[in-house]
């Protein structure tokens, strides 16, 4: 089974618009960790926002936030008031601390336009 | 204070070439982790090494690819003879240690491209 599942393969949205791209993840670790990375076109993967299994409230950095389900074993990253630069493909990540080791596993990505 | 620096950015091989990528972490980070990301997928972790360690190679090749991180000088991935399904883009990212980590940091990433 996959352990992070990216179902929206392309996003768009109008500047200054708000965005939802979707995360659900599958694990039996009690404790993880969730991260978002953006990847522009340049290729570079840029640490956006992390949420760890035991926080009580929501991430958030700036104008991203992630809404975070832990029943349902979601993690939604949130972008606010979009903007052209947020044109980029986008990848949720897990960290299961059992693991021992700092490996993240990764979704397959969403890409996102955001359009004037 | 500089990030995790990959070179070359791009890197292109011909078919049965030995290929030599390269990766200097962030300055007091002992720990380095290789990914490789195919066209249109997620990052696939590869190897984790410490100094003259590998602690966890359960994601590479067993065949061709292999990992140093020497105790002077840069981490190496290294893939002998090199085939077209070896383009990909690698990715090496670093951290402090593992205990309270809350995020790695990447490279630019090496393009590799097999003729």
């Known amino acids: 089974a996959q352990k992070i599942t990216q179902t929206q393969p392309g996003m768009f949205v109008q500047e200054k618009e708000a965005v939802t791209l979707d995360c659900t993840y599958d694990t039996s670790d009690p404790s993880y960790g969730l991260f978002w990375y953006k990847q522009p076109s340049s290729g570079e993967m840029i640490f956006l926002i992390y949420q760890g299994s035991y926080d009580q409230q929501n991430a958030t950095e700036g104008r991203y936030s992630l809404n975070f389900q832990k029943a349902r074993k979601s993690a939604n990253l949130v972008i606010s008031a979009s903007q052209l630069g947020d044109s980029a493909m986008y990848f949720c990540a897990m960290k299961e601390e059992n693991s021992g080791y700092s490996t993240l596993t990764f979704g397959k990505g969403t890409m996102l336009l955001v359009s004037p | ?115």
């Open chain 2, 1 to 115: 204070n500089a990030g995790v620096m990959q070179n070359p950015r791009h890197l292109v091989r011909r078919r049965g070439q030995e290929a030599r990528l390269r990766c200097s972490p962030m300055k007091g980070h002992s720990h380095v982790y290789w990914y490789r990301q195919l066209p249109e997928e997620g990052l696939k972790f590869m190897v984790y090494l410490q100094k003259e360690n590998i602690i966890d190679e359960s994601g590479m090749p067993k065949e061709r690819f292999s990992a140093e991180f020497p105790k002077e000088g840069p981490s190496i991935l290294r893939i002998q003879q090199v085939v077209r399904g070896d383009s990909a883009a690698y990715f090496c990212a670093s951290s402090p240690g593992t205990v309270g980590m809350r995020e790695l940091f990447f490279g630019s990433g090496t393009q590799l491209s097999v003729l």
